[in-house]
């Protein structure tokens, strides 16, 4: 029997959830910012200022939508958890516009908590910039996911990548996301290298509002991106088929067997592979890579 892993649902929404302002340590303003990614084709976002909540007053729209959170801290450390609300739960209190996230003692857990009691999902920020141990990743209950691409991180220190962060959490059997985003502060909007529009994740959800964005990302319908694109990922038996963009290879990561990587011997591109998920197969995730060693990643499945 066949089933469609990506996308599950007609349409397919490119956001950023990673985004600074005025409000807190951003170079532009918030109407700046807004525009630039609109502009630039992108369907939401995600106004993340640094211990300041943002809500927005359009829930749902055709064309572009903001959804509600921020990027809290925990303590004065360099932890750094998004929250971004979940309006499919029904929880007693929320934060509220403009709302401060003070400085505390509190731990990555009691945040998370926290976070989830008023109404969040919660994403923890560029693990390699911030020098965790993996272990450090384990420990917390409650999290969707990790950035596995931070385009800022990269630009800045070369620490934008956390795939192995990722797959450590994996074969330990943690199920988790993984997230790319821009994370961009500086004011370089019309340079030809710049922090924005580098990280992004594209969303198949039943509609663009932040019900349905924010229902997809729970349930893992999206792949995190800094260049290529995933068409489709079908599973027929125990046999995975994908179809991308252009790109010269595609890789299927898997525990604790050996995956494939499938390319073309003569250096031509490639747009579709498939691949034999071996018994015993913990999960698959599948990176992509293009020409120019930009990648994208799907999500986990779990076996």
């Not at 450390?77 to 029904?90: E, K, L, Q």
């Not at 663009?208 to 991106?225: P, R």
Request: hydrophobic share 30%.
């Amino acid at each position: 029997m066949k089933k469609r892993i990506f996308p599950r649902f007609e349409n397919t929404y490119k956001g950023n959830l990673h985004s600074h302002t005025t409000r807190s340590d951003g170079a532009y303003d918030l109407e700046t910012v807004i525009k630039a990614y609109k502009e630039k084709g992108y369907q939401f976002l995600c106004i993340s200022d640094h211990r300041r909540y943002y809500i927005s007053s359009i829930k749902d729209n055709e064309e572009f939508i903001i959804l509600d959170g921020m990027e809290g801290e925990v303590g004065d450390s360099c932890y750094h958890i998004h929250a971004i609300a979940d309006y499919n739960v029904n929880v007693k209190e929320r934060y509220e516009a403009e709302s401060i996230w003070p400085v505390t003692d509190q731990s990555p857990q009691e945040t998370i908590n926290e976070y989830r009691n008023k109404g969040n999902i919660c994403i923890i920020n560029h693990p390699r910039w911030t020098k965790f141990e993996y272990e450090e990743l384990l420990e917390p209950e409650g999290y969707l996911g990790i950035e596995v691409y931070n385009h800022n991180c990269d630009r800045e220190s070369l620490t934008g990548y956390a795939t192995d962060y990722w797959d450590y959490l994996l074969r330990k059997g943690k199920k988790v996301y993984g997230f790319a985003s821009d994370d961009a502060h500086a004011k370089d909007l019309h340079c030809n290298v710049k922090e924005f529009f580098g990280g992004w994740i594209c969303v198949s959800a039943a509609g663009l509002a932040q019900k349905d964005i924010v229902s997809s990302l729970k349930t893992g319908d999206f792949y995190a991106s800094n260049g290529p694109e995933f068409l489709s990922i079908e599973l027929e038996d125990n046999t995975l088929r994908v179809c991308t963009s252009p790109v010269k290879s595609i890789a299927f990561i898997t525990w604790p067997e050996h995956g494939r990587n499938v390319y073309d011997r003569s250096g031509m591109d490639v747009r579709e592979a498939e691949f034999a998920v071996p018994s015993g197969t913990q999960y698959v995730r599948i990176e992509i890579t293009d020409i120019n060693g930009k990648k994208a990643w799907s999500n986990p499945l779990f076996f």
